[in-house]
């Protein structure tokens, strides 16, 4: 799995289900030996941890990766890494890298890949688990409203969440500092300011500052307490919210920057749920992966 916006409704909907009976209780085993390693390239907690959870729920066999002491180090391609795992036996790899469309230098190996985090590109296992968490708190998609707010424009959670948002009939508003938007950064939405965007969406959905993507001229010239107050989810902005709006965010969390530390997990905060649904959204894309290569479960 490389970028949900690729997959059809009936298919982004399927994962949905499966995930969500995941979460109520349902296993699967894998049938006979597959191998899979986590390659991550940049660092992580949930995502990484969360994978290795869903994969060892499956019972799949989780081969250690560790980037810091493999071969990449003395100059071997992310092709020849992949190559090599692939001939050494391993069935799937779940990769994060800094390049954007990664995945694009492995057409010609017979393996199993999911994207866990391109660039600023895509996320699709985050889009998923957010998806999920959406979907349980309103039942539907179509018709929402979902503010994204931030660094929208060096985020791969907010490029892959708002295409996909869409396409499945929610209405994406974004906010931010005006210097991180473009015609191409908001083209799946529509631009109002923090005061504004909150009294309208039915999701906040809040973003830390990407500063290790900013480029010089990018870098915003702010205070970590000025960047609240001009563009954070501030208490007082908490209130104007709609009454049963909530609040994410896809971690990590800068409390105080982005989001006021007491609202990281008030009554509207499914921040930390978000994180428990990142395993069964996981597990379905895993599953999803690996029928795809004729592997089964029971």
């Known amino acids: 799995m490389l970028r949900t916006a690729d997959l059809s409704v009936e298919k982004i909907n399927k994962l949905l289900q499966d995930a969500d009976e995941f979460s109520k209780g349902k296993t699967l085993k894998a049938k006979g030996e597959i191998y899979v390693s986590n390659l991550f390239f940049e660092d992580s907690t949930r995502t990484k941890t969360s994978f290795d959870v869903a994969e ?118 974004f906010s931010g500092p005006e210097q991180w938007f473009d015609e191409g950064t908001i083209i799946n939405g529509t631009y109002l300011s923090i005061d504004d965007l909150v009294k309208e969406v039915d999701v906040v959905m809040l973003l830390r500052i990407q500063h290790e993507r900013h480029d010089s001229d990018e870098k915003l010239k702010l205070s970590s307490d000025k960047y609240h107050r001009q563009f954070g989810l501030t208490t007082e902005r908490e209130k104007a919210m709609k009454k049963d709006a ?53």
């Open 56 to 173: 060892r729920k499956l019972g799949l066999n989780v081969v250690p990766f560790d980037i810091s002491a493999s071969s990449v180090n003395k100059g071997e391609s992310l092709y020849d890494t992949v190559k090599t795992l692939k001939s050494i036996g391993l069935d799937l790899c779940v990769i994060r890298h800094k390049k954007e469309k990664f995945y694009d230098e492995f057409k010609g190996i017979d393996i199993a890949i999911i994207n866990g985090g391109d660039g600023t590109g895509n996320h699709p296992s985050q889009n998923i688990l957010d998806l999920m968490t959406i979907q349980q708190e309103f039942g539907k998609f179509k018709g929402l409203k979902v503010g994204i707010v931030g660094d929208v424009k060096h985020s791969r959670v907010a490029n892959s969440n708002a295409e996909v948002l869409r396409k499945l009939g929610a209405k994406v508003y």
């Open 246 to 298: 909530i609040i994410m965010h896809p971690a990590p969390i800068n409390r105080g920057v982005e989001i006021a530390d007491e609202l990281v997990e008030c009554k509207r905060s499914r921040i930390f749920k978000q994180m428990e649904n990142g395993v069964f959204a996981r597990m379905a894309i895993l599953k999803t992966a690996l029928e795809a290569k004729g592997f089964e479960f029971e």
